[in-house]
Nanobody, 123 residues
């Protein structure tokens, strides 16, 4: 079982920065790969970024590449999403997720989800 808790969302102006955190816990959480997704009103859940607890590679959606950075702190069991140069179109509920496929991009490849944290970017 894996429990995920997101934090760090909020309201900010376009061009600003925000760091989201995902705290992972549970008996088997370290055996899963981690990802960030987002969902805007009226849209499907969209892949943002993925990372492993042990392997060095990361993967990003084209829409956020160069602006967002996914990272982890193994000692804190926490995955981060650093978001820079934010745009109004980044407004969404952001979710962290855990799954068994390496750098997966489909929601169905993830087994556990956090509750989500709202990010709102004004123009």
């Amino acid at each position: 079982q894996v429990q995920l808790v997101e934090s760090g969302g909020g309201l900010l102006q376009a061009g600003g920065s925000l760091r989201l955190s995902c705290a992972a816990s549970g008996r088997t959480f370290s055996s899963y790969f981690m990802g960030w997704f987002r969902q805007a009103p009226g849209k499907e859940r969209e892949f943002v970024a993925a990372i492993s607890w042990t392997l060095p590679n990361t993967y990003y959606a084209d829409s956020v590449k160069g602006r967002f950075t996914i990272s982890r702190d193994n000692a804190k069991n926490t995955v981060y999403l650093q978001m820079n140069s934010l745009k109004p179109e980044d407004t969404a509920v952001y979710y962290c997720a855990a799954g068994k496929r390496y750098l997966a991009t489909l929601p169905n490849d993830y087994d556990y989800w956090g509750q989500g944290t709202q990010v709102t970017v004004s123009s």
